[in-house]
């Protein structure tokens, strides 16, 4: 390749120090979702045209796959990468029912795609991390409380971020507020509202009236729904004065009471579980809880961990799978703070240790040596010529790699850790680092 390669936006791509910190986040996710009894798995990358444009306004989102030489007759026209988990999830789910036990605990991390403008923090391709808990015909409500809690503990591992707010609201509550007004299209009342983080509420009222057809009175109740927010259960006695009744609101209100006080032992300096009314979530298929979470002092990132509960959204005509689940965006939360410099790791390589080399003839040695630290879990490389060792030293300094390992000519061995200057004789077979140089570390500095 001679030409100079043109960057691709919305593709991010991350340097070695970045996907060190990308993999502790995953590691981490890992940790804590297995830790509550949720089992990894990974879907295709790419599923049926219909089935991703089926359930919400997603069509102008969708990378379209098609081989170079192919028409439409070949057997993998009509498939599209999938834009998010949750569809190829509930594909999953009904391919392998038979096979799995209810209610089926999953979490997946993997690759997505999405056709949208890349942004600080939306791209092209990224990185998401689900949870979801999917019965058969039934799901009991207490597991829409165990995935916020299960994704707040998650969130709370990570020191690199700022305090965070996990808004909740319940589409039963919604739809039952909006029937009860007499709306007749709820689901475009919902799209309108919910664009009230993107518009003036004037222009979101002029909407409900002029497009959804609402009178001023409905529009202005639907107004004073949206700006009700409590963190406890309080927001139920606001809903009641607005004067609206039906049985689905009071369902819906019953529900997210419940999610509110079900979290309410979380909440801590850094944590914040608020009852927002204005959350309705963009895609169709949520039927009753909503999640959305937004970093407090980064707002202008939108929300990083989405989902809510599914009642209907895998099915095979005989049997329901209802579900619940949250996604959080890997990639909108790391790569800006990547891009601003604020996070990173203390070195660019795994290497712990650099087995200097004095010559060419001795490289077999160093190598037995680089053998024996390996052999008991220290990550190390052999220096890749024999240059003067203060070339040598200066290489493993650029690199942030804390030791180098000395051979004498008489065989004796002494280890220099190049940050404090302290030079000690060592034993390849008994010699270890302490426990914080044996990985890099992450590392972060005060936002601009």
Known sequence: MNAKPTPLSGFPELLPAQRFVEQQVIDSLRRTFELHGF?????????PLDQLLRKGDTSKEVYVLRRLQADDTTSDAGLGLHFDLTVPFARYVLENAGKLEFPFRRFQIQKAWRGERPQDGRYREF???DIDIVGRDALPFHHDVEIARVMIDALKAFDFLPAFRLQVNNRKLIQGFYTGLGATDLDEVMRVVDKLDKLPVEAVRKLLVDEVGLDDSQADLCLRLATIQATDDSFVEQVRALGVSHPLLDEGLEELAALVRGCAPLVSDTVTVVADLSIARGLDYYTGTVFET????SESLGSICSGGRYDALASDGRTTYPGVGISLGVSRVLVPLFNKGVLGADRSVPS???VALADEESRSASDEIADALRARGIPCEVAASPQ???????????????YVWFTGPEGGHEVKDIRTGEQVTADPAAWTPPTEDLRPQVTKEKQQ
């Open 352 to 354: 712990a240790v650099l």
């Open 294 to 297: 937004r970093l407090v002092g």
């Open 388 to 402: 003067k060792f203060g070339k040598q030293i200066r290489y493993a300094e650029r690199r942030g790699i804390p």
């Open 127 to 129: 990185t998401q991390a």
């Open 39 to 47: 089992a990894g798995i990974e879907t295709r990358a790419v599923e």
